[in-house]
């Protein structure tokens, strides 16, 4: 008999992770299936951003097994590192736009980079992305005059671009006020469930699990558990 199960698009066993010179998470064992939304928590220093660049092939995997949209991250070589992180969306704290160029110019940039050679057809994905995150009024705005807000939007925006399936957000709301914020998780949350897109989402700060129910995993003391 045949038996379907959701697809894990992570999926972590026994994984150490951290600086060759330090583990900073050991035996960690972890697995999101795809559409899902998961919140990554703990303390600043608890490890949450090096398990989030281990997963998008910016820190190594140093033990154990680790897949990421189908990639084994135990063998995946220096050169297939860039075709992983076409298929993930990142979004971090700090936006990383070009603050000097459009907010089109930086979406049309990735789709330039990812192989889309045809003008229109880029422009059209441009429009389409920013429409969804309502920032089509702002498609020739520089990014340095828009609000962290916006910004953050334009990030999300970018992230959608080539459809990924997995969108790893590194702290979205930490330079956002509270109404920025909330708009900024609904957000994310809405894209991951029209576009069956898993979410996983690291963040400190408690409110932010309040704005709605999903998996909560807490990175602290060199491991992760999932909170009940
Ligand atoms: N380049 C580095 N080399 C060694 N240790 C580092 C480096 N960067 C961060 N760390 C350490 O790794 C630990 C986890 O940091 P991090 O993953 O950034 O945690 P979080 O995102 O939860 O705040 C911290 O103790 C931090 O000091
Ligand atoms: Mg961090």
Redesign the pocket.
Known sequence: MHIELAKDIISLRNADM??P??R?LTEVNFRMSEAEFCYLV??????????LKTLYGALPLLDGDATVCDYDLKTIKENEIPMLRRKIGMVFQDFNLFEDWTAHRNLDFVLKATDWTDADKRRHRVEECLNRVRLSDKSEIEVYKLSGGQKQKLAIARAILNHSKLIIA?EPTGNLDVKSTDEILYLLRDISQEYNAGILL?T?DQRVLKKFTARVYR?EHEGIVEEM
């Open positions: 951290g600086y010179d330090r900073v703990g303390h600043t220093g608890s490890g949450k951003t090096s398990l590194d690291a400190h990175c």
